[in-house]
């Protein structure tokens, strides 16, 4: 039997070429493609270097523990210099908020950065820091997690082929209904709906950091709980048949899901920024939405 939860091949390419259709396709989601775009080119190449470390064996939970890694545990004097050179290659591409923000902390110096990332990694709060920075909170998130989603995703794939080496040992587990990743603790960017070859119109999640999708249930809030049909409501439009914004009435909370069975060609994670409208729609229902994107939509 397959595992429960499988990452997607980290396909830089493809998640390029997709942003760069989308981006001839959707002038209203341009500026968040183009930046995107930029984006992944640095997020690349810190795949890349993840993919040549040897941090598996230290951040690696005990076994039969989850999540299975522990980011926090990653050596961050090593990170450092790689923080900071993305924080200087993000203030090159990115909108004024991001380039002052970027150009701000470069200036605070690697200690002040290290303290970013290893909050971020530990999932503490960033408010205090990002108060000393005089920014939002969410907008210093950006930093960090852009930097740690590659290096997650590179953790990810290394920890599934040892496990796979191994047969048993790492493999997350056939049922995992907890609504965060159960390799590396993220929450949820989004829902995929797809079919499987004994399943069909299977709900899964997609973690926001280390991009491992695992199955769940349809008809069930990932953030309450709730489970009653007539309180959760899925809506859809025309111009984007293969998303629909899924939203619970109890916590008004919503998460975005994209169809893959209406469209096979679709990306999630480039899709889920391209459909900005949604959002914004959201947000006009006075919706809160349940991860906010990389891009902070
Ligand atoms: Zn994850
Ligand atoms: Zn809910």
């Not at 953790?155 to 080496?165: E, G, H, I, S």
Request: with cysteine.
């Amino acid at each position: 039997m397959s595992p429960a939860a499988s990452a997607p091949p980290a396909d830089w390419n493809a998640r390029r070429l997709r942003a760069q259709k989308l981006l001839a396709r959707r002038p209203q989601a341009a500026p968040l493609l183009e930046f995107l775009i930029e984006l992944l080119e640095l997020q690349r190449d810190l795949f890349a270097w993840a993919g040549g470390q040897d941090w598996l064996s230290a951040v690696a939970a005990a076994e039969g523990e989850f999540p299975r890694l522990r980011l926090a545990r990653l050596p961050l004097e090593e990170l450092s210099g790689r923080f900071s050179e993305f924080l200087e290659r993000a203030a090159e591409i990115g909108t004024d908020v991001v380039r002052g923000l970027a150009e701000n902390l470069t200036a605070q110096g690697t200690d002040s950065q290290r303290l970013v990332l290893a909050a971020y990694l530990a999932r503490e709060p960033l408010d205090t820091l990002a108060k000393a920075l005089g920014c939002d909170p969410l907008q210093l998130e950006f930093f960090p997690r852009a930097f740690a989603q590659p290096l997650a995703e590179a953790l990810a794939a290394q920890a599934a082929q040892a496990a796979q080496t191994a047969k048993a040992d790492g493999k997350p587990p056939e049922e995992w209904h907890e609504n965060f990743c159960p390799v590396c603790g993220g929450p949820p960017q989004l829902a995929v709906l797809l079919d499987e070859a004994l399943i069909k119109s299977r709900r899964l999640l997609e973690c926001a950091l280390c991009r491992t999708r695992w199955p769940f249930r349809r008809g069930l809030c990932p953030h309450c709980g709730e489970d009653k049909a007539e309180q959760l409501e899925i809506h859809t439009t025309e111009d984007l048949p293969h998303l629909r914004v899924e939203e619970c009435k109890t916590c008004r909370g919503y998460l975005k899901a994209v169809d893959l069975r209406k469209d096979g060609l679709a990306v999630p994670l480039v899709d889920e920024i391209a459909s900005i409208e949604l959002d914004l729609w959201a947000d006009e229902r006075g919706l809160w939405k349940l991860q906010p994107n990389l891009v902070g939509i």
